[in-house]
């Protein structure tokens, strides 16, 4: 199959072109796209409305194992790999997560073993706002001073889910004891090893990286909000305006992301994300 692949940013992003996912693709294909996603960190591949759920769950396969959302309620019934952000109600129930990932963020980065990727395909978007922000975490580590790379390595941080659920979601009913139970406190290393390229990558999290470890908590929390404040800067940044049909795969290992807002009661909203089953970060 010929593709090409595209710089989007200088420092982040690489568009695939000529593709199309509902047809079969070799895996000379498949192992340029998968070089490309680790290098660049997120990887966009538009024009895919016909997409099925199906085909995006075998599509995600060739990247790794799927990871089901500690969220059952808000993944699709007769695919439940697949995890809905949506303000869409049917039947009197919320199909999916409204205001998920409104902050700078790496999915399940709560868990032992955090996903190693995320694969969002655009069902239906809003006229107006509902962009996504991409942040790469290798450049940005690469550009800290000398000073602050030795400062940093060897920290670790306490990852909560269920400390920074109240605050991430205060609208939101509050985790259940069953909920709780899947999603334990861990600790992460601050600056992880990318397992595949060797690379090291700031691994900063949200609201979720509550406090680093051995040191006061309020000066844990302000270094990690000065280190996501440097990573975030415009020249690491990619924004993404959604057209119905994109697909965007982002590597949780090396990339922070970030939801914009939109109007919830003008527009309406409706994603599908698949995760890929990670591993222990060092």
């Known amino acids: 199959m010929s593709i090409e692949i595209r710089p989007i940013t200088p420092t982040i992003g690489a568009e695939v072109v000529g593709i199309d996912l509902t047809r079969p693709i070799d895996e000379q294909t498949y192992a340029a ?34 990871e089901y ?19 869409i109600v049917k039947d009197g129930r919320q199909i999916g997560a409204v205001d998920a990932g409104r902050h700078w963020h790496t999915d399940s980065h709560y868990l032992k073993e955090p996903s ?4 969002l395909h655009a069902k239906i978007v809003p006229e107006e706002g509902g962009n996504t922000r991409f942040a790469n975490m290798f450049a940005a580590y690469e550009a800290l001073p000398e000073a602050t ?5 060897g920290l670790r941080v306490l990852v909560s889910r269920i400390k920074a659920y109240p605050v991430s979601y205060p609208n939101r009913p509050p985790l259940t004891d069953e909920e709780k139970a899947r999603v334990p406190d861990v600790i992460h290393p ?3 090893t990318h397992p595949e390229t060797g690379r090291k990558a700031l691994y900063i999290g949200g609201n979720v990286a509550w406090e680093i470890v051995g040191m006061p908590t ?6 990690l909000a000065e280190l996501r404040k440097f990573a975030t800067q415009p020249e690491f940044c990619y924004e993404h305006e959604w057209e119905v049909g994109d697909l965007i795969m982002w590597d949780n290992r090396s990339a922070l992301h970030c939801a914009m807002g939109y109007d919830t009661v003008k527009h309406q909203r409706s994603m599908y994300r698949t995760t890929m089953v990670g591993s222990v970060p060092y």
């Open 69 to 87: 959302h500690t969220l059952p309620q808000f993944t699709l019934a007769e695919h439940p790999e697949i995890f809905i952000l949506s303000n």
């Open 33 to 66: 796209m998968r070089a490309a996603w680790l290098d660049r960190t997120i990887l966009l591949i538009r024009g895919q409305s016909s997409m099925t759920p199906a085909q995006h769950i075998a599509f995600t396969r060739h990247f790794g194992d799927l």
């Open 116 to 119: 190693s990727g995320s694969i």
């Open 218 to 223: 309020e000066e844990g929390r302000a270094l």
């Open 149 to 153: 790379r030795k400062r940093i390595d």
């Open 190 to 192: 601050l600056v992880r």
